[in-house]
């Protein structure tokens, strides 16, 4: 069974930086890109960053491009989303999937809250 895993979410200023964290398990992860969504209430997720399967290509959202960055470790299963310089717009729960821009088995997990606030 596909299980994603987000942790790292929490409370912070503006200007500020977290890390996020994907656990994922149940598909051979080495072989899926994978996609970092943000969901605010009343909005639908969006894709925010997404990276190929080897890590080596990479994709973002305008609004986070040169603040935020995607990584993966294959040997744990587990996709990371770097967030620096906070704005209070990235406020919404995180959501990891597999696929590059697109859910492409059709799962999510919990998410994680974000909350940038002065």
């Known amino acids: 069974q596909v299980q994603y895993v987000e942790s790292g979410g929490g409370l912070v200023q503006p200007g500020g930086s977290l890390r996020l964290s994907c656990a994922a398990s149940?598909?051979?992860?080495?072989?899926?890109?994978m996609t970092w969504y943000r969901q605010v209430p009343g909005q639908s997720r969006e894709e925010v960053a997404a990276?190929?399967?080897?890590?080596?290509?990479?994709d973002y959202a305008d609004s986070v491009r040169a603040r935020f960055t995607i990584f993966r470790d294959n040997g744990k299963n587990t996709v990371y989303l770097q967030m620096n310089s906070l704005k209070i717009e990235d406020t919404g729960v995180y959501y990891c999937a597999a696929g590059f821009n697109t859910n492409g088995l059709g799962y999510w997990g919990r998410g994680t809250q974000v909350t940038v606030s002065a």
């Open positions: 990276l190929n399967a080897d890590g080596t290509f990479s």
């Open positions: 149940g598909f051979p992860f080495n072989e899926y890109a």
